[in-house]
């Protein structure tokens, strides 16, 4: 028995190992040797069922405050994680910025843009999106934990809407839009407001618009074909979302990444995985932006106020002159991920060139930047001719532009609101301000090809990102001289 | 020779000291001189000013006369060098033969070039001797070939002479001219036209106005070709038939201001302009469709140099959606013409056959200054297609192999080396072309204007922006390149029709033609749409413009015959066009492997060649340099197709013996009938039988070890696993859903068990003694085989008993040893060394080539695995005719056998036995 045993052990060994060398020698002639790559789809959080709130908000509600109110019984920290938030805020914390001698804060709550410039003295319109209740004036209390808007990010977005200073409109059911939460945080939710930036769909991203509310697979690779949320990447921890707008950003920050999900060299060819350290994802595979919905690229406020024929497209007399444009291509510049420069009220500008609002920080020698695809929007905007700085005019309400057109007045409004001086002189100056572009991916076979930015005709100035010449014929920013 | 390169070198050293100083005060000159007119402004232009000349050597602005690009180019460049060393100019006039004497030629061809090389596409003919009947003298060639760059024999005669040296004569086919209007031969004056010298500027300036040369050369004014190519460029505008120079563009020496000065470097637009549809602006490509000669690879292939994605063409391409690749892979990452088709002594490109063993790379080359004195105008090119020109310069470019590493990417494809042996690079990276090419050019009936009939190959429609552009898959030919190697390689093959005369023939000149079938104002004879309208209706069709009848054909012939053209009689012939370009991208390369390794191989394929070929006449197989037709043209009804035959090669999946076929199907199916049969009759025996007692009696043995049984099993896995791979291997369409790679790899993995099971017994065998079992004994063995057949063909249908009892020290009977000494002594030694030589192809197909080539070893490997099949049927029949049909493969897994007692132990017990029967 012994002796059988030892045979049986002999004989399956020996057995095993012939079958597995043929295998393991034909193996390897086939070069069976790739290398396994990152499953996307490991990061993309588990959708969790919906909790039916019904019959536990069972209501009425009077005011919006009562349904906050009822939430915070059962999720006591909810509003007091949202208030941490930028989201309610406003306001970044303040950072030691190399252009100033004190700590800059940024957010909506004091800063400009090119748009409608700023919120200061035009709070209820612009407050609409805010996820708050009642911010009309500067006395608006951010400490108080019923005045945060549960509903706008988790009712039925087909029940519920938000008016001036973020009050639901008159007509909002607030006990079925209360019973209604419960149910993923969709596109729609975040679309509102981050779809219609700057006054409208698709003015102010050029990469985010109301086409994403059900795009093609063409459109967005992502949402289109595989029917992602925005909160599947930007994923969301105590109502903290990861995330973080380059118009605001002053210290490099929680990005979401491309690489969150894939590969950092996910390409077959390794010519095109070489590129990854210069160039972002985002250059190659965000070929064009807005290529469904147009998009604002140039707006002249200068031309307001003048009665003649209005037009969305083209021109309004309380806003000027527009040019939209759809299929974009985009601008080329290193970015690190942080602005170079932020413009704050009161800061010096100099009038013969356009006003760089945010631009992106980096060059070649900078290697934490990569190329990245902006779309810039170019305003006439005013500014104060003796004092040399931006003004922001009061827009909303009494004495404001878009109730009076009168320049003068609602530019010294502006200023006593926001606290720069104003000397009563006023021009137009342009300035630009810089979206990069990240969504709106199209499917790998849409991606830029070589001859995209190489060669004769290549949508790349690589004299001006800093390169000898075109890297095909003259190297990459590795061998630059130090 | 070598001497009198060093001491020019060495005379030259103050002029080349000076041309570096021009150059660098030229670039300063270029900086400061700041934006230039250029649309392109990013590469600096090295070229320094200069002052363009006549002729005669003086500044143009002044005399107001021709450029002379010789005089020119030629203050700063050895021009004497460059026009001796340029095919593009020279086009096969250095090597004029007697007529007929060109190899690969027609019979009336005198030159392997273009210049003494009649095409059937172009169809006008240099004549080599003027005459009545003359088609074409010199000026006229001049005149037709517009893809000639010019010098070569636009500017020396046929005996070398400079042409303006020649008194105009109508019996010199150098000074011959048929007046193309009144179709009279008379004598050209070339002092009067002028010479076309080699035009610089159709590849050194951007943008050139090829349609202002052509007009130029059109209108016979030769010496203006030049002047006119710059037009546009803002320094000549033309002023009636001559042109003037804009006096901003020069100062007063007659010196070219830098911001006008545009010299560069060849790039594709102007390589295009000749040599097919390029393509570097932003907008989508459309390939024009009709009459695009200029295009020549383009018309000829289908082959489009762009790259920009197919899925963004302007073009109406069938599936263009799933088309997201570009034209050409090389055009896509920025390889330029000419960074294959380089300069053959640019230093940069400069490669050094002659250098010895030891040496890798040589670095003794011209450097740039000798080069931009004497840069050779010969450029490197491949060993691609039947062209016979430039044969000199064969072989001279980058293969594809010279730039990629094939080993790096290829390990995934099975036998590796083999593919790489017998295919070329462009069959599996070119599959299929996206444009239009010609198929079919028929002048038996010219159309309006003096053109063919074309049918364009992969077009359905008029043109390719309404119609559908299919584009069309190549056949694949054997092409031997420079090595003397043979491979497919993909061509397009195009189909020509045209009349011939007299002996020994020459192509029916265009003037007879139109003559014989059109009216002074260009419309048809009333004669020829008598003959060729077959509806009556008074009109000729497209599909009535040919001749489809004998009839028709003869009365053509007489017409002919009529104008002077004596035994006229149509000729066909096939020419096939490389394709090289248009490379896919990875992606898009063939890597199924059913598209070869099946019964419709496209190796095989048949091509289409003529839809509409006129009555009576066959096309001929043109056989080129480097091609080879290994198959045959075969007709139906006016519509002709060539067969590929690949019997040179044994392509797994495809190609098959017919006879290994069937013998091996008739030893299969003939063992199935066989025991059947046998079957059959056991069963209605042992019927007869029942009523009989059985009184067999049964003793349990241990006959199998362990290891055997081991053994055993595994092989039989391993050899039905063989048999089943190898069948689907042979015959992929079965079961086409598995992966042939897989059922490649399956196969050898399966061989190599077999093989180590075999070896591990042969030694368990030849360790433990077994061996015996296997040897057939020395004596007596003939009839101890009759008897077992007996038995097996007798005395198993009487119930008797085996003749041989089993033992542990004897598990065999006679007639198994026999086979299975056959089995592992013959068949299965074959079978391996002929599998382990087909394995070899993998790694090193030129040592398989030598035992015989796949083309013999694996008909062999196969009629064995037919006999491997028949053996199985047969195995395991013969297990079922123990005392139980289940006895012997029971024994096979358990190692005990009821073994049969031998009669005479069984007549001691018998009285027990019948005892226990009775309990």
Redesign the interface.
């Given at each position: 028995m012994r002796k059988?045993g030892f045979?049986?052990v002999?004989?399956?060994v020996?057995?095993l190992?012939?079958?597995s060398?043929?295998?393991v020698?034909?193996g390897l002639?086939?070069?069976a040797t790739s290398t396994a790559k990152k499953d996307p789809w490991a990061y993309v959080p588990r959708a969790r069922p919906k909790t039916n709130h019904a019959h536990l908000l069972p209501g009425p509600f009077e005011k919006p405050q009562d349904v906050t109110k009822a939430c915070l019984e059962c999720h006591p920290d909810a509003a007091r994680e949202i208030m941490q938030t930028t989201h309610w805020t406003w306001l970044d914390k303040p950072v030691k910025v190399p252009w100033r001698e004190e700590p800059l804060a940024v957010g909506k709550r004091v800063s400009n843009n090119n748009f409608c410039i700023g919120i200061q003295g035009n709070w209820p319109k612009c407050t609409t999106c805010h996820i708050g209740y009642g911010w009309r004036d500067a006395n608006f209390d951010f400490e108080n934990p019923l005045n945060v808007d549960c509903l706008v990010c988790h009712a039925d977005p087909a029940l519920y809407v938000k008016g001036e200073a973020g009050m639901p409109v008159q007509d909002v059911d607030l006990t079925a839009a209360a019973q209604s939460v419960g149910g993923p945080v969709t596109r729609n939710h975040c679309g509102k407001c981050h779809f219609n930036g700057g006054g409208g769909n698709g003015v102010k991203h050029g990469d985010l618009d109301e086409s994403l509310y059900f795009p093609g697979e063409d459109l967005d690779v992502h949402m289109g074909r595989y029917d992602l949320l925005c909160t599947d990447c930007h994923k969301t921890e105590k109502h903290q979302i990861k995330g973080h707008a380059l118009s605001f950003a002053l210290e490099v920050g929680n990005q979401v990444q491309c690489t969150d999900c894939h590969d950092a060299h996910p390409h077959?060819?390794d010519r095109l995985n070489g590129h990854v350290d210069a160039v972002a994802c985002q250059a190659c595979h965000v070929p064009a932006t807005a290529r469904k919905d147009p998009t604002k690229v140039f707006w002249d406020w200068s031309t307001a106020g003048q009665d003649r024929p209005e037009d969305h497209f083209t021109y309004l007399k309380i806003k000027g002159s527009f040019i939209y444009e759809q299929n974009l291509r985009p601008e080329y510049y290193w970015w690190n991920g942080k602005v170079r420069y932020r413009y704050a009220w009161g800061d010096k500008i100099d009038p013969s060139k356009p006003v760089l609002i945010n631009p992106p920080d980096g060059d070649i020698r900078d290697p934490n930047a990569k190329i990245w695809p902006f779309k810039i929007h170019r305003a006439k905007v005013p500014y104060d001719v003796e004092y040399k700085i931006l003004l922001q005019p009061k827009t909303v309400g009494e004495g404001g532009f878009w109730v009076e057109f009168d320049w003068d007045k609602a530019l010294r409004l502006g200023a006593e609101i926001v606290g720069i001086p104003y000397s009563g002189k006023y021009d137009f100056v342009e300035s630009w301000f810089f979206y990069p572009q990240t969504h709106m991916v199209p499917p790998k076979?849409?991606a830029l090809?070589?001859?995209d930015c190489?060669?004769?005709?290549g949508r790349l100035d690589w004299k001006a990102l800093g390169y000898p010449g075109d890297p095909?014929e003259w190297g990459g920013r590795d061998t630059l001289n130090p | 020779m070598k001497e009198y390169v060093l001491s020019t070198a060495r005379r030259r050293w103050p002029w080349m000291l000076g041309l570096v100083l021009v150059l660098a005060f030229g670039i300063v000159g270029w900086a400061a001189a700041g934006e230039t007119p250029a649309s392109n402004p990013a590469p600096a232009r090295m070229h320094p000013t200069f002052v363009f000349l006549d002729a005669d050597g003086n500044p143009v602005v002044k005399t107001g006369r021709p450029i002379s690009t010789i005089k020119t180019c030629g203050a700063c460049h050895d021009v004497g060098f460059i026009t001796t060393h340029s095919y593009h100019a020279t086009l096969g006039q250095e090597s004029l033969t007697q007529v007929g004497q060109v190899p690969g030629g027609h019979p009336w061809d005198f030159s392997p070039g273009p210049f003494g090389r009649w095409n059937p596409l172009l169809y006008d003919y240099l004549s080599p001797e003027a005459g009545p009947q003359m088609d074409m003298g010199t000026p006229n060639w001049v005149q037709s070939f517009a893809r000639h760059i010019g010098g070569g024999p636009a500017t020396l005669s046929r005996l070398g002479q400079p042409l303006t040296l020649l008194p105009p004569d109508p019996t010199n086919p150098d000074t011959a001219y048929r007046d193309p209007e009144t179709g009279e031969v008379k004598a050209w004056d070339w002092r009067k036209s002028g010479v076309v010298e080699m035009n610089c500027f159709l590849c050194h300036w951007p943008k050139p106005n090829n349609q202002a040369r052509l007009e130029a050369l059109k209108q016979g004014r030769f010496a203006w070709a030049s002047t006119a190519t710059l037009e546009g460029s803002g320094l000549v505008t033309r002023e009636g038939d001559r042109w003037a120079y804009n006096p901003a563009a020069f100062d007063e020496q007659g010196e070219i201001r830098s911001a006008f000065l545009q010299i560069q470097a060849p790039t594709n637009e102007n390589c295009g302009l000749c040599h097919g549809l390029t393509h570097t602006t932003q907008e989508p490509v459309v390939a024009p469709a009709g009459d695009w000669y200029t295009a020549w690879e383009t018309a000829t292939t289908g082959q489009v140099f762009a790259g920009d994605k197919i899925n963004e063409s302007g073009m109406n391409i069938a599936g263009k959606d799933a088309l997201a690749r570009p034209w050409d892979v090389h055009l896509e990452r920025l390889i330029q013409c000419t960074d294959c088709h380089y300069s053959l002594n640019n230093p940069i490109y400069l490669q050094k056959e002659d250098k010895p063993e030891y040496l890798l790379f040589d670095p003794r080359r011209p450097d740039f200054s000798d080069y931009l004195y004497r840069p050779s105008h010969d450029f490197a090119r491949g060993t691609s297609a039947q062209h016979t020109v430039a044969p000199e310069l064969r072989g001279t470019m980058r293969r594809c192999e010279q730039c990629h590493s094939v080993e790096a990417t290829h390990n995934w494809l099975p036998y590796k080396h083999r593919h790489m042996a017998k295919l070329s690079c462009e069959t599996c990276h070119i599959p299929r072309l996206y444009a239009p090419a010609i198929g079919e050019v028929d002048w038996t009936v010219p159309c309006k204007g003096m053109r063919p009939r074309i049918a364009l190959r992969g077009l359905e429609g008029d043109d390719t922006v309404t119609g559908l552009v299919t584009g069309y898959e190549p056949v694949l030919l054997p092409r031997k390149d420079i090595t003397g190697r043979e491979r497919l390689a993909p061509f397009n093959l195009v189909t020509a029709w045209y009349w011939v005369y007299g002996e020994p023939p020459r192509p029916v000149p265009k003037w007879a033609l139109r003559q014989v079938f059109f009216t002074d104002d260009g419309e048809y004879r009333d004669r020829v749409v008598q003959l060729l309208d077959g509806n009556g209706d008074g009109r000729l069709t497209p599909d009535e413009m040919r001749l489809r009848t004998e009839e028709q054909r003869a009365t053509v012939a007489r017409w002919l015959e009529e104008a002077g053209f004596s035994q006229a009689r149509i000729m066909g012939e096939v020419q096939a066009y490389s394709v090289n370009h248009d490379v896919a991208t990875p992606e898009f390369a063939l890597k199924d492997c059913r598209a070869c390794h099946a019964r419709d191989s496209r190796l095989a394929r048949p091509f289409h060649l003529a839809a509409m070929g006129p009555e009576g006449a066959e096309p001929t197989l043109w056989l080129g340099a480097d091609v080879r037709f290994s198959g045959q043209v075969e007709n139906q009804e006016h519509d002709w197709v060539y067969r590929p035959q690949v019997a040179h090669l044994y392509v797994f999946g495809f190609s098959r013996v017919p006879w290994v076929e069937w013998v091996g199907l008739l030893a299969v199916v003939g063992t199935i009938l066989g025991v059947s049969a046998h079957a059959g009759m056991r069963i209605a025996a042992a019927r007869k039988r029942m009523k009989g007692t059985q009184d067999v009696r049964l003793k349990r043995v241990y006959l199998y070890s362990l290891y055997e049984r081991i053994w055993h099993w595994l092989q039989a896995v391993a050899i039905l696993g063989l048999l089943l791979t190898g069948y689907l291997i042979h015959k992929p369409e079965w079961l086409a859903w598995i992966p042939y790679k897989g059922l490649v790899y399956a196969h050898n993995i399966l061989a190599v068990v077999l093989l180590l099971d075999a070896a591990l017994a042969l030694f368990y065998h030849l360790a433990s003694g077994e061996i015996r079992q296997f040897l057939p004994p020395t004596r007596g063995f003939f009839y101890q085989a009759y008897q077992q057949a007996r038995y097996y063909l007798y005395g198993i249908f009487r119930g008797e008993p085996h003749p041989f009892h089993k033992t542990r020290e004897r598990k065999l009977n006679p007639l198994q040893q026999a086979t299975y000494f056959m089995l592992l002594n013959v068949m299965l030694p074959i079978q391996g060394i002929t599998g382990l030589l087909i394995w070899l192809g993998w790694h090193r197909p030129d040592l398989l080539d030598k035992l015989g080539g796949l083309k013999t070893i694996a008909p062999i490997h196969t009629l064995f695995a037919w006999l491997f099949a028949a053996f199985i049927v047969m195995h395991i029949y013969l297990t079922t005719t123990g005392p139980a049909p289940s006895t012997y493969i029971k024994a096979m897994i358990t190692g005990w056998e009821d073994v049969e007692e031998p009669a005479r132990e069984r007549a001691t017990e018998t009285v027990s036995s019948s005892q226990e029967e009775g309990a």
């Open positions: 059988q045979l049986l002999f004989g399956l020996l057995t190992a012939a079958i060398f043929p295998v020698a034909f002639e086939n070069g077959e060819d076979e849409q090809q070589c001859n190489h060669g004769p005709n095909v | -």
